[in-house]
C-alpha cells in the first residue's frame, strides 16, 4: 500500500514563500505521476499542479502558474511544490496525490498539510 507524507505547510505572511514535499512510500513505481490539491475553508477541493514520473510533463491549475512550482526526485520518491508570492487565498489544505499516469492522478492521497498565508 502506498504511503504519501506530506510535511511544509506553516503560516507565512502574504508575498511569503513555502515549500512542500511529499515522500511516496511502500509501493514500487515504475512509471507513475504525482501532484497537488488543494481544498480552501467552505470550498470544493481543486487540483494546483502535476508532475510525470520523469518531470517532462508539469500541469498547473490558472491560480498557480507563474508563482507555484512543482518538480520531483525519482531517487527520493519526493515531488515539491514550491510556492512564491503567497496569497491569503492560498490558505488551504494542500494534498500530495499520486497516480499510474497524468490522467489517473489520484490512485493516492496523503494525509495533508495546512497552509496558512495572513495578510
Known amino acids: 500500500q502506498v504511503q504519501l507524507v506530506e510535511s511544509g505547510g506553516r503560516l507565512v505572511q502574504a508575498g511569503g514563500s513555502l515549500r512542500l514535499s511529499c515522500v511516496a512510500s511502500?509501493?514500487?513505481?515504475?512509471?507513475?505521476?504525482m501532484g497537488w490539491f488543494r481544498r480552501a475553508p467552505g470550498k470544493e477541493r481543486e487540483f494546483v499542479a502535476s508532475?510525470?514520473?520523469?518531470?517532462?510533463?508539469?500541469y498547473y491549475a490558472d491560480s498557480a502558474k507563474g508563482r507555484f512550482t512543482i518538480s520531483g526526485d525519482n531517487a527520493k520518491n519526493t515531488v515539491y511544490l514550491q510556492m512564491n508570492s503567497l496569497k491569503p487565498e492560498d490558505t488551504a489544505v494542500y494534498y500530495c496525490v499520486l497516480g499510474s499516469s497524468m490522467t489517473t492522478l489520484t490512485d493516492y492521497w496523503g494525509q495533508g498539510t495546512q497552509v496558512t498565508v495572513s495578510s
Open positions: 511502500d509501493g514500487t513505481f515504475s512509471s507513475y505521476a
Open positions: 508532475i510525470s514520473w520523469d518531470g517532462g510533463i508539469t
